[in-house]
């Protein structure tokens, strides 16, 4: 099948960041992403209801752009890329269903930090489904990761003081929402190297809007009836997580080093952490600092042993 240019959508995000360079991009893209725990925590809406609307609208707003240039590209999608697609989707929805869902029981900085942990899970993936080498740096890299989540996740305890009404819980779901993201990473390889970026991202985001509107149907959570305050919440993780942040940072991945992007990425539980701070009073307690840089010290060893491993290989 030929592949689509996607010229007109990628002018369109080009305009995004005409007036900067791919890493200012980023830097915007990085501070946008940062944001995404405050929307969720001011919102009043059920989290998977959040979780919908926010991927719901970052679709709706990217879908013109896409269908400007046409339908070509979506409806030639063979049967192998539709089912890569599903099953991206589906992993993104399960995500964004159990990160949302952590941060009413976690604190943001243990929420953030450790769904950030994929690229733990991708380099675990990719040795188990796609029997990629594990060098010893890998292993590591994910020991010392592990020993900074198990950090995060008992200290407190250990401590006596802990942040969020049930830690643990909320811990959980965010390596849940972590493992997702490695799986939607994993999965999408294949049809990201097929789609150019805005039909990729719409095809994806569309069949994880349906995933999440199933979810929240089964739950019983209501999808209508809540105030023009949390319409704009929803608007907010739309176009600055959603399109500013995830979006804009798969565009840079195309004019810059995925490593630099790696690193990069680091600064959103930072950012997070801070907002946190400043905007929420949510000071994290000591273990949960303590174990979150190991976490991210683990995670830049881990994404730095697989670049090297994929240079040599």
Known sequence: ????????????LDGITRAGTPRRALALAIVAVS?????VRWSTAPP????FYRVLLTTAILSPFVLSAGTRSLTDLSGRQALAAGATGVALAVHFAAWFESLSWTSVAAAVTLVQAQPIFVAIGAWLLLDERVTRRTVLGIVVAM????TMSLGDFLGGVAVGEAPLLGNALALVGAVMAALYVL?????????????????VYGVAAVSLLAIVVTSGAPLGGYPPREWILFVAMAVGPGILGHTLINWTLEHLESSLVSVALLGEPVG??????????EVPTHWTIIGGVVVLLGILVTASARRQASREG
């Open 1 to 12: 099948m030929r592949r689509w240019t996607g010229r007109a959508s990628t002018n369109a």
């Open 35 to 39: 944001t995404s725990a405050i929307l």
């Open 48 to 51: 998977v209801v959040a979780a």
């Open 147 to 150: 020993a900074g989540i198990v």
């Open 187 to 203: 999965a999408g390889r294949s049809l990201r190297q097929q789609l150019a970026l805005l039909p990729y991202v719409t095809v």
């Open 272 to 281: 997070g952490t801070i907002l946190a701070v400043v905007i929420l009073a």
